[in-house]
């Protein structure tokens, strides 16, 4: 089992940055991936950013691109991913998890076996 725990969502108007924090623990060696999902009210759950935890390549929803950057610190178990440039069709909840590889596909949510509890991001105008 692999346990995440999240922080650093908040509420920041237009054009601001937060950054989220996911820290890994348990079975940590098993960890392939890790991703960050969000969803908005009424919507389903889509990609946001992963990143390989060898070799460190990243990926990014084409909404996203160029405003937000995924980073990992493997030597802490943690994921972050800085937001900047915020807009309002940013507001959801954002969750991170944690691939054990295998069949792995990283905009792909059911290919990912453990995730957190989420935090809220909200961006005002």
């Known amino acids: 089992q692999v346990q995440l725990v999240e922080s650093g969502g908040g509420l920041v108007q237009a054009g601001g940055s937060l950054s989220l924090s996911c820290a890994a623990s348990?079975?940590?060696?098993?960890?392939?991936?890790m991703g960050w999902f969000r969803q908005a009210p009424g919507k389903e759950r889509e990609f946001v950013a992963a990143?390989?935890?060898?070799?460190?390549?990243?990926y990014y929803a084409d909404s996203v691109k160029g405003r937000f950057t995924i980073s990992s610190d493997n030597a802490k178990n943690t994921v972050y991913l800085q937001m900047n440039s915020l807009k309002p069709e940013d507001t959801a909840v954002y969750y991170c998890?944690?691939?054990?590889?295998?069949?792995?596909?990283?905009?792909?949510?059911?290919?990912?076996?453990?995730w957190g509890q989420g935090t809220q991001v909200t961006v005002s105008l």
């Open positions: 990143i390989r935890w060898s070799g460190r390549s990243t």
């Open positions: 998890a944690v691939a054990r590889g295998g069949r792995y596909y990283y905009t792909d949510s059911g290919t990912y076996d453990y």
């Open positions: 348990g079975r940590t060696f098993s960890i392939y991936a």
